[in-house]
Structures are given as C-alpha cells and as structure tokens.
C-alpha cells in the first residue's frame, strides 16, 4: 500500500514558474516532478554518506621479518649497538 503525504512548500516564484513549465514540457504534475528531484537529492546523499564511511585500505608490504627478537631485552640491546 502507498501512502502520500500532503504538505505546504514556499518556493520562490521564479523557481516556482520554471517547475510548472517543466512539468508542463515533461507533461507530468509538479508533485511528480517536486518528488523525483527530492528522491534524487536523497539518494545523492545516501550515496556520499555511505561511501564516506568506507575505511580507505591502508597500504602493505613484507618488510622480510624482525632481524632480532624484541622481546629479549639482551639481543635487542646488541643489535642497537652494532654499527
């Protein structure tokens, strides 16, 4: 079932003559023609919010492993202090 909502909009009236003269080119109602520009508005920022929320992928790479054991204190220092 679809439900329509009516509702009160103030529209400049020059924005207001160009809608009726679209609607009338396009020959379909105002309505229409107000509700298809706000479901695209939407969706413009559905799609913006959602792909920002994306994390980007970080980069990788094989560094060829640790050269030491950075848990054992005593071989950590030794590799420190090699030239």
């Known amino acids: 079932m ?3 909502m ?3 909009l103030n529209i400049d009236d ?3 003559r160009r809608l ?3 609607a009338a080119r396009r020959r379909t109602t105002i309505s229409e023609l ?3 520009a706000l479901r695209r508005i939407l969706a413009e920022t559905s799609h913006k919010a959602n792909r920002g929320s994306a ?3 970080l980069p990788t790479w094989r560094s060829g492993g640790a050269l030491v054991d950075v848990s054992n204190r ?3 220092y030794s590799a420190m202090e090699e030239p």
Request: a neutral charge.
């Open 6 to 8: 009516k509702t009160t």
């Open 20 to 22: 009726r003269e679209e």
């Open 34 to 36: 107000v509700e298809a």
């Open 55 to 57: 994390r980007p992928v």
């Open 2 to 4: 679809v439900f329509h």
């Open 74 to 76: 005593a071989e950590l």
């Open 14 to 16: 020059r924005v207001m």
